[in-house]
């Protein structure tokens, strides 16, 4: 069955970095493409990022871009989100989601298996 | 990237039926037919009802649908049960190649 297992969050100061892991299992991984979105305490679900099944398209939230990218290793079955210049407002719940199909645009936002999501806070 | 704007929340009584509506404009809603639904229950994750627009996933009820006007999309659901109650996100592709999510709607099934 599918699973996507994120790591690699914790408390982080303003300013610092962080990456994000998503192991996934139970399809081929390099087959779909992958989202990242996010969900800071109480409120609803951001969109962050996007990479298409090969890695040659990526696509960002403008509230990210320039800080944060998105790769994957598909010989590891394995999405990244590398966060830098890490603000307050980034506090939140990050899940990785699988797209339901290789068909383009990556950015379709229709996600039909998610991860439990990992914590980042951003604090001094 | 503007958030879609969904209402804050909607109520209805078991067995009847509500919609949920989704705004957001020719950049985005209006201009695709990619607009997707989740429900998410508090402390988990998101769940795919709709997807491009109306279409449901295997073992979604069909008790879930989806539709379009112009810039809105609209989430219905018949025959209310107590497990929906939930919150409810609408999504769409954007003309820049993103996503973007709804503020969401809390359900509350009385």
């Known amino acids: 069955q599918v699973q996507l297992v994120e790591s690699g969050g914790g408390v982080v100061q303003p300013g610092r970095s962080l990456r994000l892991s998503c192991a996934a299992s139970?399809?081929?991984?390099?087959?779909?493409?992958m989202h990242w979105v996010r969900q800071a305490p109480g409120k609803g679900l951001d969109w962050v990022a996007v990479?298409?099944?090969?890695?040659?398209?990526?696509y960002y939230a403008d509230s990210v871009k320039g800080r944060f990218t998105i790769s994957r290793d598909s010989s590891k079955n394995t999405l990244y989100l590398q966060m830098n210049s890490l603000r307050a407002e980034d506090t939140a719940v990050y899940y990785c989601a699988k797209r339901d199909s290789s068909g383009a645009p990556p950015g379709k936002v229709n996600l039909d298996f998610w991860g439990q999501g990992t914590q980042v806070t951003v604090s001094s | 990237q503007s958030a879609l704007t969904q209402p804050a929340s909607v109520s209805g009584s078991p067995g009847q039926s509500i919609t949920i509506s989704c705004t957001g404009t020719?950049?985005?809603?209006?201009?695709?037919?990619?607009v997707s639904w989740y429900q998410q229950h508090p402390g988990k994750a998101p769940k795919l009802m709709i997807y491009?627009?109306?279409n449901r996933p295997s073992g979604v009820s069909n008790r879930f649908s989806g539709s379009k006007s112009g810039n809105t999309a609209s989430l219905t659901i018949s025959g209310l049960q107590v497990e929906d109650e939930a919150d409810y996100y609408c999504a769409s592709y954007t003309n820049r190649y993103t996503g973007v999510f709804g503020g969401g709607t809390k359900l509350t099934v009385l």
């Open positions: 491009d627009v109306s």
């Open positions: 020719s950049s985005d809603v209006g201009g695709y037919n990619y």
């Open positions: 990479i298409s099944y090969d890695g040659s398209q990526k």
């Open positions: 139970g399809f081929t991984f390099s087959n779909y493409g």
